[in-house]
């Protein structure tokens, strides 16, 4: 009888550990999420990247909060299509709920990172011991990259969070047999879809090597594969064939020409001429060697065992990382890192469930490199807790935003990483010194809707806008906010013509032009000095039309 109480109070200790390890998490990946105003967290902690693109997913986020358009995300105006709107629909009812700030703009994320932690946690803990459970948990809570991106607005890891959802169920039911399987497979895979478009379709290609590999009497039957993956393509299909009905033309160019075509497969640039794997190992080992170091080292017991293959975790796991690793060299962007994410949680179930050390030495092992983790958050390996080097510009620009002037804002090789995107500006204008006409070709349909104009065009929009607007029109855009959102000047005279041409806007300047511009613009602005790198122009009269008032309260941190 005591023995029976034993196992009693054994397993109700189980059944409320996953509860604790997601709150240990949440807590964890949570300090500092709110330190980094948006677009200033380093995303890329090798090359030093900030996270630029937080700011386009805020602003498409607020706009769904403040004026709708959920169905067709919308950033500065034009349509986004670039990716489906998961991630941007699960900050914007965040906000929706919480109210528009930096917790509530990155709490899905948060939620998300800790729920991965959950995940491996209950996944080692069933196919190996509890101390796998742990050991899995631990390395992934405490890798820079998870830890970084569980407080970002960003889409990578929603996609490695659904993928290992949807990896999961065909662990706890590797047949398929259950219709709670197939459903939740599907639902996970579809989410992933709906998160990062074809990259979502990794759990998918994963099940279908997993059945190619594993012995036949665990092998899922070929209609219950079939059914599972159709269900998932059947819930990610009505956005997309919304999207193909309403805004084709708009879909077509960004959805398929330019993400999936252009910046998957032939990008534009590049910041590493390596094999992509090469890179993304390079990289993996200077942000996180002890990582690398264990799945190597775990490497052989997990072939061994996979050799058998009378179980389903090495042979899950083996096509998993096969999957992702063939996706990371098909995918030739080399300057996404973050991308190296969906390889995170298979190389921590490697390195927990087949590591050759001891579990025990190897908890306090990764328990003392936690804890000099966190002693060196400024180290590439080091865990921040969001505490980043400010931007100059953010200061700068919020206390030009502050001055709620009425006044289109034109900013010149900005430095602020497209922050001022996510303050309550009226319009904003990008204008960039290209004399090689990069901006141009990177989406060569904004230079034809005047999305991207040239200098010589902005000068002169009485005449170009009502074309510009008949062209947004066509492809199904009756709105003039796009006009001129990014603006291409050949030489800083280029630059001085324009400002001597738009007496009513202000300017955000490098420190250059003010020897060029102090005595030119005396009649129609007021130079302000605000730091040794940058000035404002700001005009003396306000705009022929003024702008609509904002619904906007920015919060004070922000």
């Known amino acids: 009888m005591r023995a029976l109480q034993v196992k009693i109070d054994h397993l109700n200790h189980l059944r409320y550990t996953p509860w604790l390890v997601f709150l240990t998490a949440l807590v964890v990946l949570g300090i500092g999420i709110d330190s980094a105003k948006v677009a200033a967290p380093i995303s890329d902690p090798v090359g030093g990247y900030r996270s630029q693109d937080e700011s386009v997913f805020a602003n498409s986020s607020m706009t769904m909060v403040l004026h709708g358009h959920w169905m067709t995300p919308r950033f500065l105006g034009k349509f986004y299509l670039l990716k489906p709107p998961m991630q941007l629909w699960l900050s914007a009812l965040s906000m929706k709920l919480l109210g528009i700030s ?12 800790a729920l ?80 990062k478009n074809v990259a979502g379709v990794i759990s998918i290609l994963t ?15 070929f209609l219950r594969v079939v059914q599972a993956c159709a269900l998932a393509v059947l819930l990610a299909a009505p956005w997309h064939a919304y999207q193909l009905v309403a805004h084709f033309r708009w879909f077509w160019a960004d959805y398929i020409e330019t993400q999936l075509l252009a910046y998957g497969v032939h990008p534009p640039a590049q910041i590493s001429s390596e094999w992509p794997l090469v890179f993304y190992a390079k990289q993996l080992f200077l942000v996180d060697p002890i990582l690398c170091c264990l799945a ?133 204008h990008y204008c960039w010194i290209d004399p090689n006409g ?46 001129a959102t990014a603006v291409v000047a050949q030489s800083d005279a280029d630059v001085a013509k324009i400002v001597a041409a738009h007496s009513t806007a202000d300017f955000y300047l490098p420190a250059r032009f003010r020897a060029v511009l102090e005595g030119a613009v005396k009649a129609t602005h007021v130079l302000v000095n605000v730091s040794d790198d940058r000035f404002f122009l700001l005009a003396k009269r306000p705009p022929d039309v003024p702008p609509p008032p904002t619904a906007f309260k920015m919060p004070s941190n922000w």
């Open 102 to 113: 930096l917790l509530a703009l990155r709490l899905p994320m948060l939620v998300a990172g």
């Open 116 to 195: 991965g932690v959950t995940l491996l946690y209950l996944w080692c803990r069933g196919s190996t011991s509890i101390g796998a459970g742990i050991t899995a948990a631990l390395l992934l809570v405490s890798d820079p990259m998870w830890h970084i991106f569980s407080r970002l607005c960003y889409t990578d890891l929603l996609l490695a969070f659904f993928t290992t959802a949807a990896l999961f169920f065909v662990y706890r039911d590797p047949r398929l047999e259950r219709r709670t399987s197939v459903i939740g497979f599907a639902v996970s895979t579809a989410a992933a879809i709906m998160t």
């Open 207 to 221: 099940l279908f090597l997993f059945a190619a590999l594993i012995r036949r009497e665990q092998r899922p039957r």
């Open 296 to 428: 190597v080292a775990a490497l052989p017991g997990a072939w061994m065992a996979a050799k058998r293959r009378d179980t389903v975790q090495p042979i899950l796991l083996s096509a998993w990382l096969l999957v992702v690793c063939l996706a990371l060299s098909f995918f030739q962007v080399r300057g996404q890192f973050r991308w190296i994410l969906f390889l995170l949680p298979p190389l921590c179930m490697l390195a927990a469930c087949f590591s050759p050390m001891t579990r025990k030495w190897l908890l306090l092992f990764l328990c003392l490199v936690f804890a000099i983790k966190t002693e060196a958050p400024r180290r590439t390996w080091g865990l921040p807790f969001g505490a980043y080097p400010p931007m100059p510009s953010e200061t700068l620009l919020r206390t030009y935003s502050d001055r709620g002037r009425p006044n289109p804002l034109v900013l010149v090789d900005t430095d602020d990483e497209l922050y001022d995107a996510v303050l309550p500006l009226p319009k904003i």
């Open 438 to 483: 990069l901006v141009e070709r990177l989406v060569p349909y904004y230079v034809q809707l005047g999305i991207t104009v040239t200098a010589a065009q902005f000068d002169d929009m009485e005449h170009w806008e009502p074309i510009f607007r008949e062209r947004l029109r066509a492809w199904g855009l009756n709105s003039s906010e796009p006009i």
